[in-house]
């Protein structure tokens, strides 16, 4: 199980950027391997935000739809998410709120693989970095 950051389906389907053909390649290449895709509520939110914020109507469309073709499981944010969040956020200070939510989720569904692009991941040693 591979939990999915919103910069994963950015990158599919975003402008040219050094990670973009990585990120293609991977796709396919865990998809053959059978991996299963999850993602939670929060990663949706950061898509979007992060479209909205730039008014990019197209981009928010085709990340979300890909982000949703991607996963076949979607986790819900609970209170307890974000009280464990907490704990994340003065345990590791290199990771953002959504960053220790993200985590928190993780946690609570013994997800210990995430595919992103954000070095902070690093600094949890129970974490396995896909990038």
Not at 97 to 111: E, F, G, T, V
Request: charged share 25%; with cysteine; net charge negative.
């Amino acid at each position: 199980m591979i939990y999915i950051d919103s910069c994963i389906p950015m990158y599919l389907v975003g402008a040219d950027h050094p990670n973009k053909s990585r990120v293609i390649e991977l796709v396919n290449s865990l998809i053959s391997a059978n991996e299963v895709f999850v993602t939670s509520a929060e990663t949706f939110q950061e898509i979007l935000h992060r479209y909205r914020a730039l008014h990019d109507m197209k981009n928010l469309k085709a990340a979300y739809s890909a982000l949703e073709e991607m996963v076949t499981d979607v986790f819900d944010i609970t209170k307890a998410d974000t009280d464990n969040a907490l704990h994340f956020a003065i345990e590791y200070s290199s990771l953002s709120s959504r960053d220790c939510l993200h985590s928190a989720i993780m946690k609570r569904k013994k997800c210990l693989k995430i595919w992103t692009y954000d070095k902070c991941f690093d600094e949890v040693s129970s974490f396995i970095r896909i990038f």
